[in-house]
């Protein structure tokens, strides 16, 4: 099942606040009103940033970027 | 939207997806999909300048929402290179996208088997050259992962750990060996090449790997997939899958890699022909006990 050779784990579902990584954490998201439109709010998932858009089409994209490589 | 039938012969489901007949094919590099948009330049799937790793629903999907899921994963904005140049920060970035992939698509109560891969080469049918891989989310679970399952059933315990066991006791077809992660040719693989990668700790999916374990898988891969190109001294065409535990709430599976390379010398392509398609039996003419040992050499020769 889903314990490691160290029985250190418990049966857990895939999407179940993932485990053993840095809890995920949202930026703040764009601000209503004035400008240009903002870039989408982004996420932390362990080792990587990650931004959601939708293409024109409608389909999902998702960018990730390294964590190490953060530009802000 | 794609249709599945199911062949009570073989016991299996047939995906028709008529729509992807129409879908591209080796375009020119000017006109690749996967390079991000450049000002000026055409408008590709990617809509921003650069980018490092991106993930986006497949146009021209096998499966999609509420019947799985088909994306695509763009593991760099350089059109040339492959996954075994990628920096190993890059490399490793890309161990979390495929786990973050894997838990969201896992989520869902469409998707019952997520399978990560990378088709490279055109002899495995490649139609894009750009370094990416896909990840296809099934409705139901597919006959290889199933029979992995079954597996654990005749062994007795998780099939992956115990054929682990007796290659590490063995020795002879082992590639590669680190704290966390064995790569090596299975006693009874199918490809002159095949090789496995397999985390010596039981872990079910990326999900429970701690991140030194994601490191080193990253590692292994790379180091494998660069000991491959050096072995005839040309870009190695191979079939990577990531194998992971059904995502239908059993967590039962051990992650791990395998790579089909569909050479058998540098010029001579296995075919799948009377024996492999008509009975599903593989004849091979190498030993695999003679491919690791020239794997090594290669992969040696490419550190």
Not at chain 1, 24 to 42: D, I, L, T, Y
Not at chain 2, 33 to 48: K, M
Not at chain 2, 110 to 134: A, C, K, S, W
Not at chain 2, 284 to 296: M, V
Request: with cysteine.
């Amino acid at each position: 099942m889903a314990s490691d050779s160290a029985g250190r784990r418990s049966p857990q579902r895939p999407g179940d606040a993932h485990a053993g990584e840095i809890p995920s954490r949202a930026e703040q998201g764009p601000e209503q009103g004035e400008g240009p439109p903002e870039p989408p709010a982004r996420e932390r998932f362990g080792e990587v940033w990650l931004q959601r858009l939708r293409k024109d089409d409608g389909r999902a994209l998702i960018l990730y970027q390294q964590l190490d490589r953060d530009p802000s | 939207m794609s249709e599945l039938r199911f062949n009570e012969l073989r016991g299996e489901e047939v995906v028709y997806a008529i729509h992807r007949q129409d879908r591209t094919f080796l375009p020119d590099r000017e006109n690749c999909p996967l390079d991000p948009t450049r000002p000026g330049g055409p408008q590709t799937e990617i809509p921003v300048p650069s980018f490092q790793i991106a993930v986006f629903d497949n146009r021209f999907p096998a499966f999609e929402q509420p019947g799985g899921a088909a994306e695509v994963v763009v593991y760099t904005d350089e059109h040339d290179g492959s996954f075994g140049t990628l920096t190993p920060a890059r490399a490793e970035a890309l161990m979390w996208v495929w786990r973050h992939r894997y838990g969201e698509l896992g989520a869902r109560a469409d998707v019952r088997y997520v399978m990560i891969f990378e088709n490279r080469g055109v002899e495995v049918g490649v139609t894009l050259h750009h370094p990416h891989g896909q990840i296809y989310g099934y409705p139901f679970l597919p006959p290889v992962p199933a029979l992995e399952l079954e597996a654990d059933a005749r062994l007795g315990g998780c099939a992956p750990c115990e054929l682990l066991s007796r290659e590490l006791q063995d020795g002879r077809r082992l590639l590669i060996e680190q704290e966390h992660v064995v790569a090596y040719v299975p006693h009874a693989c199918r490809w002159a090449y095949e090789a496995h990668v397999v985390m010596r700790a039981h872990r079910p999916s990326l999900l429970e790997c701690e991140p030194q374990e994601l490191r080193e898988l990253a590692t292994v891969l790379q180091r494998l997939a660069r000991g491959y190109d050096a072995l005839f001294e040309r870009p190695f065409p191979y079939v990577m899958v990531v194998h992971q535990a059904p995502t239908d709430g059993a967590r039962q599976g051990h992650l791990h890699a395998e790579l089909y390379p569909p050479l058998r010398t540098a010029e001579k392509l296995k075919f799948l022909a009377g024996s492999e398609q008509g009975a599903g039996t593989f004849i091979s003419d190498t030993l695999p006990e003679e491919s690791a040992a020239t794997l090594r050499e290669a992969i040696a020769r490419a550190a």
